[in-house]
C-alpha cells in the first residue's frame, strides 16, 4: 500500500505540525517535570477543531475522515506522545461511543462539548480485576425510582482525574461473563463520583490517569448510553477506533526516535560507522512497515469494512517497534542516550505503554490468529 494523502489531508498535518512545534514543544519539560496535564493545549486544540477531526459537522466536529485523525494522532505524538493518548482517548473512546450509540438528546448534549474540547471524555472499563477480560467487571448499576446507583472501583482510567464525562460500565444483571453489562455516560459532578489515586506512571507524565471511584454514585436514567445489557458491545465496538489510535501514537514515538538518532548520528559525524548505518536502515525500514500497517487499518475503519486482523496487526508491531527504536536510538547516541538532555530516555519510557494498554500484545496475537483461523 502507497500512502498517498490528499491536499486536505497534507494541509492538516502541516497545521498539527506547526502547533507541535510552536505550542507543544515548549511545554513538554514543564509536563514532563510537572506531570501536570496541559489543560490550556486542548483548549487551544479544541478551538482549531483538533478535539473533533472525525466528528460530523451537525456535531460541532469537522468532519474529516479516519486517516486525518491518525494523522493528528502521529504527528502530535511524534512530540508530545502524552498529547496523543490524550486526544486518542477522549475521541476514540470518550467521544465515539454516545455518537454510535447514544440517542440524539445524548448527542446534541455531549458531542459538541466534547468536539469543541470544552469537555474532555474519558472510558472507564478497567478494574482491579477486570482489565482485558471484561467479564469479570464487578461494578454494579441498580434501577432506583428513575436513577441508577453505581458502586464499584476502576483503574488506569485515561483522562480520569480531568474528563468531564466518562463513558462508564457496569453490570445492571448478575448474568454470567459478558451479560448484564451496560454502559452510561457519568459527569464529573454526579454525586459519589470519587478520584481515587493519581498513578505516578514511567511514562506519559502529561496524560492524567487515575483511579474512579463510584460511592453510591447516582445518576438519572437517561444517562444510560444504549439499552441495558448492550454494554459490552458497545465497549467491543469501539476497541477497532481505539487500538488503531494507540497504533498511530506508537508510530509517532517510533518515528520521532529514529529522526533524532539519525540528526544525532550526523551531528556526531558517525554517519560512516558500519554498526549506525546499519543500525538506522533497520529502523527507518520497521518504521515505515509500522506506518503502512497503521495507514491500512485506518483507512479501512473509514471505509467501515471488517478489520479487527488489520487493526490488532497494527497496533502489535506499530507499539513493539516503537520500543524496540527507542531503545536502538539509545545506542546510537550512546551516554547522551541515557540523560534527561536528550529526549531518548522519555522515548523509551512513553513507548513501552503501547504494548500494554488498549489491549496488550498477547491479546494482538490471539486477535489476529482467531481471525485468520476463522477465514
Do not use: W
Not at 66 to 71: E, S
Not at 194 to 206: C, Q, T
Not at 287 to 292: N, V
Amino acid at each position: 500500500m502507497h500512502i498517498c494523502f490528499s491536499k486536505e489531508q497534507e494541509t492538516m498535518r502541516n497545521l498539527i505540525r506547526d502547533f507541535a512545534k510552536e505550542e507543544v514543544a515548549p511545554e513538554v519539560e514543564r509536563m514532563e517535570n510537572m506531570r501536570r496535564f496541559p489543560r490550556e493545549l486542548i483548549e487551544k486544540m479544541g478551538s482549531l477543531g483538533f478535539m473533533g477531526i472525525p466528528i460530523p459537522n451537525k456535531y460541532g466536529g469537522q468532519g474529516y475522515d479516519y486517516t486525518t485523525y491518525m494523522i493528528a494522532i502521529h504527528e502530535l505524538s511524534k512530540v508530545s506522545a502524552a498529547l496523543g493518548v490524550i486526544l486518542s482517548v477522549h475521541t476514540s473512546v470518550g467521544t465515539n461511543p454516545i455518537l454510535y450509540f447514544g440517542n440524539e438528546a445524548q448527542k446534541k448534549r455531549y458531542i459538541p462539548r466534547l468536539a469543541s474540547g470544552t469537555y474532555v471524555g474519558a472510558f472507564a472499563l478497567t478494574e482491579p480485576g477486570a482489565g482485558s477480560d471484561a467479564g469479570s467487571l464487578k461494578t454494579t448499576a441498580e434501577k432506583v425510582d428513575g436513577h441508577y446507583i453505581l458502586n464499584g472501583i476502576k483503574s488506569f482510567i485515561t483522562n480520569g482525574a480531568e474528563a468531564d464525562s466518562l463513558i462508564t460500565f457496569a453490570r445492571t444483571s448478575y448474568e454470567g461473563g459478558t451479560k448484564g453489562i451496560s454502559a452510561f455516560i457519568v459527569e464529573k459532578d454526579s454525586p459519589g463520583l470519587i478520584i481515587g489515586k493519581k498513578e505516578r506512571k514511567m511514562g506519559l507524565h502529561g496524560s492524567n490517569t487515575a483511579e474512579v471511584v463510584f460511592d453510591q454514585c447516582v445518576i438519572p436514567e437517561t444517562q444510560l448510553l444504549g439499552h441495558e445489557g448492550q454494554g459490552f458491545q458497545i465497549a467491543m465496538a469501539n476497541l477497532n477506533v481505539g487500538r488503531i489510535g494507540i497504533a498511530a501514537q506508537a508510530l509517532g514515538i517510533g518515528e520521532a526516535a529514529c529522526d533524532y538518532a539519525a540528526t544525532y548520528a550526523k551531528d556526531q559525524k558517525q554517519m560512516n560507522h558500519p554498526i549506525v548505518i546499519s543500525k538506522l536502515a533497520q529502523m527507518t525500514t520497521e518504521i515505515e512497515a509500522a506506518k503502512l500497517l497503521t495507514y491500512h487499518a485506518a483507512t479501512k475503519i473509514e471505509k467501515d469494512q471488517l478489520c479487527r486482523k488489520e487493526v490488532s496487526m497494527a497496533k502489535m508491531y506499530a507499539s513493539r517497534i516503537a520500543v524496540k527504536t527507542a531503545i536502538e536510538a539509545g545506542r546510537i547516541c550512546g551516554e547522551n542516550g541515557y540523560t534527561k538532555e536528550h529526549p531518548i530516555e522519555r522515548f523509551i519510557r512513553d513507548a513501552k505503554v503501547t504494548e500494554i494498554y488498549e489491549g496488550t500484545s498477547e491479546i494482538q496475537h490471539i486477535v489476529i490468529a482467531k481471525e485468520l483461523l476463522q477465514s
